[in-house]
């Protein structure tokens, strides 16, 4: 099996960590960096990440996130959080900042930004905001990856009060909801009911179609 499988095949969600282990800021900051190169829709990156270090805020949300130790205890919680809404001012400003990094305007390009804006207009607020919701989980996903890769455990969770934790962190206000969380640290096995446990999937013939 490749690299990817066999780390794939050695994470698991994690129950319990060991709030005395703490990722050192290189595997942090890989694992960040691989979810800024994620890809978007548009390349828009509609979603922004959150690393909640301060003890306070991390008591209170786990107080919104049906008690669940790993919030507080696991190395860092991620919080990844959606525009409220795909606007025409935020389509621009990725536009014009891809302009700006690549250096020339491409005609073809400001085609579909003015095509892009007709598509958000035609959509209510929920909807652009819930096609921001699904970029934040493409982040999430490559988060995954990159923390097994690096040999840190993860625990996507969305076992939590969405608005608590926007209150929380003062999201509204940056005109962000809060999507999904992940904690992120280091397993502590022996109160791990689920570290030993056979990873359970579907059979690849009862998940996979081929149509040739």
């Known amino acids: 099996m490749t690299d990817v499988i066999n780390h794939l095949n050695w994470r698991y969600a994690t129950k319990s960590y060991d709030a005395a282990q703490k990722l050192d800021d290189e595997k942090l900051n890989h694992i960040l960096e691989a ?31 049906w008690g669940q130790a790993q919030v507080t205890d696991a190395s860092h919680l991620l919080v990844f959080a959606a525009w409220d809404n795909i ?17 020339f305007v491409n005609e073809g390009w400001e085609a579909y930004r003015k ?21 934040a989980y493409i982040g999430l996903g490559i988060a995954l990856v990159a923390a097994a890769e690096q040999g840190v455990d993860s625990t996507p969770m969305e076992g939590f009060d969405p608005a608590a934790v926007d209150q929380i962190l003062g999201l509204k206000e940056r005109h962000l909801r809060s999507v999904v969380i992940l904690p992120v640290g280091y397993r502590k096995a022996e109160s791990d009911w689920l570290v030993n446990l056979k990873k359970v999937r579907r059979p690849r013939d009862k998940f996979v179609t081929e149509l040739n």
């Open 87 to 103: 606007t025409p001012e935020r389509i621009d400003a990725a536009f014009d900042y891809t302009n700006e990094v690549r250096g």
């Open 115 to 135: 095509q892009l804006h007709g598509i958000i207009a035609a959509r209510t607020e929920q909807a652009n905001f819930d096609a921001a919701a699904r970029q």
């Open 35 to 65: 979810i800024r190169l994620a890809p978007t829709s548009s390349g828009l990156q509609p979603f922004e990440v959150f690393v909640v270090k301060n003890p306070d805020l991390r008591a209170k949300i786990r107080e919104v996130a």
